[in-house]
């Protein structure tokens, strides 16, 4: 999940290597030197470093699952009623679809995969933008995601969409390159201070008036 790479990432950001470095010298400051005072400083100098790092593990960690919390409180709350399917079937521009694994007549099958098309997020009356992309980590690189994406933009076309906007973020890199290799193209990036200064987002468009297959 983007949540346990980010915090595996975070392991050897640049920042984290000081801590390691401050931590570890003021350790042995405090461990080797007679002084008192040098002892003193050895010890807050460890204690900063170390509460530095766990403090922004923390903060990753509580973005991300506060980040999951307002999805469940935002569209994933009532995904039939956001994406207007609350008969079960598509009824305008926006869509939302699953993909599914197992035996199809034994009733015995998962969801290994989804994707959402909202229309409410574009950024023109015929524009969409491309949410909650997921496929389980088991069922990655079989090409869930593409047949997602393709089902996705062959909606979005029939309903006269033009153009199908996303954001992804930094630990999403195989993800990226799947929809650089369908036609998006990168417009920008920013950065998100509140999670920390280097988590960046990355936003992709797809222009459909120009898209073909690929």
């Not at 305008?92 to 229309?119: M, T």
């Not at 389980?136 to 033009?162: D, E, F, K, N, W």
Request: net charge positive.
């Amino acid at each position: 999940s983007p949540r346990s790479t980010a915090l595996n990432a975070q392991l050897v950001y640049p920042t984290s290597c000081v801590a390691y470095l401050l931590f570890g010298a003021g350790f042995l400051t405090s461990m080797a030197s007679k002084a008192f005072s040098r002892r003193l400083l050895g010890g807050i100098v460890s204690f900063f470093a170390a509460s530095f790092f766990v403090g922004h593990r923390w903060w990753l960690s509580r973005s991300f699952t506060s980040f999951c919390e307002g999805n469940l409180r935002a569209d994933l709350g009532n995904i039939s009623a956001h994406y207007g399917m609350e008969d079960g079937s598509l009824s305008g521009p926006s869509g939302f679809w699953v993909a599914e694994a197992g035996e199809q007549d034994s009733g015995n099958r998962i969801i290994v995969g989804c994707v959402g098309l909202d229309h409410s997020l574009g950024d023109g009356p015929r524009s969409a933008q491309l949410r909650r992309m997921a496929v389980s980590p088991t069922y990655q690189r079989r090409g869930i995601g593409a047949m997602l994406v393709r089902t996705l933009i062959a909606h979005a076309r029939r309903q006269h969409i033009h153009s199908i906007v996303l954001s992804s973020n930094m630990y999403q890199g195989p993800a990226m390159s799947m929809y650089r290799k369908l036609g998006w193209v990168e417009e920008g990036r920013f950065i998100v201070p509140k999670i920390f200064p280097t988590f960046w987002v990355t936003n992709f468009r797809l222009q459909l008036d120009d898209y073909s297959e690929s």
